[in-house]
Structures are given as C-alpha cells and as structure tokens.
C-alpha cells in the first residue's frame, strides 16, 4: 500500500485593480471611474456629445434601443435591467460598459470591455471589446470609432497585454 502526502502551499498574491462599490440606490452612480476613459477620445468627439461609463439611469436614456441596432435584446424591464446592473457591477474589475451621449443626455452610442484572466504571459489579461452599437440616427459621425478607441485605452489601462475585438 503507497502513503500519498500532499503538501500545501500558498498562491502568491495576484494584484487586482478594484473600483469604487456603487451604491446600488443611485442611479447616476457610474459603473467605473471617468478617470479611465482616454482625454484624446473626449476631445475628438463632436460638439456637444460625451462618453462616459454606463450608469443605471440609463436605462431610461436609450440604452436598450442603441443595443437593438446591433442585435435582438428582448423585452427587459426596469427591474431586470437593475439586476443585471448589479451583477456587472459586483464583477467590478472584469466589465466596462461605455455610452456616448448627444447633447440631451441621450444614448447614442454604447461599447463593452470584458477582461479575461490567463494564466500565460505571467498571469496576464486580455482584453475582449464587444457590442459596439451606434443609434441608425449618428451613423458616420465616427461614434463607434471613438467607442473602440475609448475600450482600448480602458483595456490598457486596467493593466490588458492585448485587445481582441469581436
């Protein structure tokens, strides 16, 4: 009969950026810090449009209706929207959801970063840029150029060795 010994041994700490806890009763709390977002993104966009991280608010700004450009969504409620909110936002370093806004605050504009950990590149991260959508209205104003670029500067930021784009 062979005696197994196993032995245990501590996982070195991994550093993890953490963003601010939102409260989940304010609505205009944002998803992740502004202070990510690139400075040369917000001064090329048009006169009077701003990009910003996703709030829970804006589900009544737009923010479903730009998705439907893109794809089906389904008929979300309020609730529902709040709830996935919620689940994005206790998942605070792995989503970052960016709206472009016209000069009435409505969404025109919306783009996802979702960060992947790995295990290569010295337990690395990879960022996946995802649902660029763009209001039929705003086409060609170069929105979701804009989008894409304002992601990338997040992915690298939060510490991503690579950016795909899905």
Known sequence: MTNLTTTTTTPAPIAVSVKPTMNSQTDDAPLFSSSLISPEVVAALPEGYTIRPVRRS???RGFLDVLRVLTTVGDITEEQWSQRFDWI????DEYYLLVICDNTDRVVGTGSLLVE???I???????HIED???DQSQQ???LGLRLIQALDYVAANVGCYKVCFA
């Open 132 to 134: 660029i959508a763009v």
């Open 89 to 92: 936002s206790a998942r605070n």
């Open 140 to 142: 060609g104003k170069k």
């Open 117 to 119: 950990r790995k295990f």
């Open 58 to 60: 804006d589900y009544k």
């Open 121 to 127: 590149h010295s337990l690395g991260m990879v960022g």
